[in-house]
């Protein structure tokens, strides 16, 4: 069964410091691997996801995540926080084309000016 | 990007009444779509798998004649709660899958806030 940890309920970061949101996941086979922002009261945004390919993927609003087969891990990283990107972050997998999403259980992220 | 929109964003209602949300794929066809439920501060869970013309794959624990899905089109399923109790309120949450241009690419509705009184 697949399964994605997120090992932290809340990250805290100063404006203009790198930020790191963990993730890691556990699939049968061949991970496809998201990341999605969730403001309050709203819907998912999609962040970036790994398909194939580079193992370091750039997605929108200037994340990006770092796949790692070895450590079974897709941390997401910004090089410079903004208070603006204070959210909910969940990373999501799935097994294979077609199947729904399996989410971790969020992470919230605090971006203090 | 592909548009995914849910109605009504907000609904209050009585104890034993039925609620109606709906999904539905603006730009692109959907032959699956999924629907979750988020409790408040809490990760998606995975409710049922909605196939258009086809009976719905309801998750291990999810009454299936409570949430009662159905997916009459390609751009359109429908998720109601039967008989709503104030344990139903929720956050609902629906993911359609477009085929084309990906494995499988879900985009997600902004969601329906569920409050039973």
């Known amino acids: 069964a697949q399964s994605v940890a997120q090992p932290e309920d809340q990250v805290n970061v100063a404006e203009g410091n790198p930020l790191t949101v963990k993730c890691t996941y556990s699939?049968?086979?061949?991970?496809?691997l998201f990341w999605y922002v969730q403001y309050p009261n709203r819907g998912l945004q999609f962040l970036l996801k790994?398909?194939?390919?580079?193992?370091l993927v750039k997605g929108s609003y200037g994340f990006e995540a770092e796949f790692n087969k070895s450590q079974t891990s897709f941390h997401l990283k910004k090089p410079s926080a903004l208070v603006s990107d204070s959210a909910l972050y969940f990373c999501?997998?799935?097994?294979?084309?077609?199947?729904?999403?399996?989410f971790g259980k969020g992470t919230t992220l605090s971006v203090s000016s | 990007g592909a548009v995914v929109s849910q109605h009504p964003s907000r609904v209050i209602c009585k104890s034993g009444t039925s609620v109606k949300i709906e999904c539905r794929s603006l730009?692109?066809?959907?032959?699956?779509m999924f629907w979750y439920r988020q409790f408040p501060k809490q990760s998606l869970m995975l409710m049922a798998t909605?196939?258009?013309?086809?009976?719905?794959?309801?998750e291990q624990g999810v009454e299936k004649d409570k949430f009662l899905i159905n997916h009459a089109s390609l751009t359109l399923s429908t998720l109601t709660v039967t008989s709503a109790h104030p344990e139903d309120s929720s956050f609902y949450i629906c993911?359609?899958?477009?085929?084309?241009?990906?494995?499988?690419?879900?985009?997600f509705g902004e969601g329906s806030r569920l409050t039973v009184l």
């Open positions: 993911s359609a899958m477009r085929l084309a241009g990906g494995p499988g690419e879900l985009f």
């Open positions: 699939v049968s086979g061949n991970p496809y």
């Open positions: 790994y398909i194939t390919g580079d193992n």
């Open positions: 999501a997998v799935r097994d294979q084309a077609g199947t729904a999403l399996i």
């Open positions: 730009d692109f066809q959907a032959t699956t």
């Open positions: 909605s196939n258009e013309g086809s009976k719905a794959t309801y």
